[in-house]
């Protein structure tokens, strides 16, 4: 019989908060994966020191040591080949991946983004946000795609964005709703319960939970 676990790389580029609370669903075994191998583009990226921690192999992509965004990308994939990853997820990963990176880990490749996409997209998102005015932003998990922060919807999270906040204080309200639904997020692609119609997400045996609405006003 084969191993039910999937086998899941996880690429950081700094703190790597987002990836301890999947390598820490996957110990609690929330998650049906096994976490076998993280990537960093960063050699001083705070997270590989955690990665190591939880006993999991970490390896150091960094730019230069390949030239150009799409031979980088290979020499990424080619790691990801090597550790049989089947999932990828990004955790703060900071570069953009090119088409051939994309289509490797079609389906199989998933994001956490600070905003309730397709709100505020790239960078400083908690930023945009503040500056923007909105009074609710958020968190999105999303399957990859050729576009940045542009993939199918698996989860989100809203949150209050309070009239004092600055950048910092919504990034913190920001993190505790992605900590919680990340590893969930990856708990279900690794139990094969979720699904695509076009671009919806059909997430198949377990409620959905909806907790109520959140108004600010
Ligand atoms: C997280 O807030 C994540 O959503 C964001 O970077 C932070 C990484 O924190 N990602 C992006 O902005 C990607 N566009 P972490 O290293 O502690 O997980």
Redesign the pocket.
């Known amino acids: 019989m084969g191993d039910p676990m999937k086998r899941v790389a996880i690429l950081?580029?700094?703190?790597?908060?987002?990836?301890?609370?999947l390598l820490e669903g996957m110990r609690a075994g929330e998650i049906d994966g096994k976490a076998v191998l993280v990537v960093s583009n960063r050699a001083d990226?705070?997270?590989l020191d955690k990665a190591r921690s939880f006993g999991v192999p970490v390896k150091v992509i960094a730019r230069g040591e390949a030239k150009g965004r799409e031979s980088h990308d290979r020499a990424v994939v080619a790691a990801l080949e090597d550790a049989g990853a089947e999932i990828v997820c990004?955790?703060?990963?900071?570069r953009i991946l090119t088409p051939f990176f994309v289509e490797r880990y079609h389906q199989r490749l998933i994001?956490?983004?600070?905003s309730l996409l397709p709100s505020f997209?790239?960078?400083?998102?908690?930023e945009q946000a503040c500056a923007y005015g909105a009074r609710i932003s958020g968190?999105t998990v999303h399957f990859v795609d050729a576009e940045?922060?542009h993939g199918p919807i698996i989860a989100q999270a809203a949150v209050p964005v309070l009239p004092d906040d600055d950048a910092d204080a919504l990034?913190a309200r920001?993190?505790e709703q992605?900590h919680r639904i990340y590893p969930r997020a990856l708990a279900d692609l690794c139990a094969d319960r979720i699904r695509l119609e076009g671009r919806r997400v059909i997430i198949a045996g377990r409620p959905v939970s909806f907790p109520g609405s959140l108004c600010v006003c």
Do not use: K
């Open positions: 950081i580029s700094g703190r790597g908060s987002n990836m301890v609370s990226a705070l997270g990004l955790a703060g990963y900071m994001n956490i983004h600070p997209p790239g960078l400083h998102a908690q968190c940045v922060d990034a920001i993190l992605e």
